[in-house]
């Protein structure tokens, strides 16, 4: 387990609260421990679990893998779906009866 480097206390002009929290470059999200919550005024703005920015990016790594994975399925069901609908536009086609033209009427003429 690697030990995250302690933030400086907040100084006049450092974002705190929502402010840190939609900062990408300074938000660990449920990495800060309980004294920066506290420090930063993040109390009650992140779930009450603190947990390491590895186990976030492991996390992240797999819902991406479970994406790939879950987009590859897509696919294989996209291609059944239309084999699918080749033979049964192809198994009316062999059914249907031969259609009939439908015949040709003298055009109707004004009274």
Same mark, same amino acid.
């Given at each position: 387990m690697t030990m995250q480097p302690a933030m400086k206390m907040p100084s006049p002009g450092h974002p705190t609260g929502y402010d840190l929290l939609r900062n990408p470059r300074l938000n660990k999200g449920t990495a800060f421990t309980e004294a920066e919550r506290c420090a930063w005024g993040l109390e009650g703005l992140l779930p009450p679990a603190v947990t390491t920015l590895a186990l976030q990016v492991a996390r992240r790594h797999a819902?991406? *893998?479970d994406l790939d994975e879950s987009a590859g399925l897509d696919r294989s069901f996209d291609d059944? *779906?239309?084999r699918i609908n080749r033979a049964v536009l192809?198994?009316?086609q062999a059914i249907s009866p031969p259609r009939t033209p439908i015949p040709s009427h003298p055009p109707l003429?004004?009274?």
């Open positions: 819902e991406i *893998a059944l *779906a239309l192809e198994l009316r003429v004004d009274g």
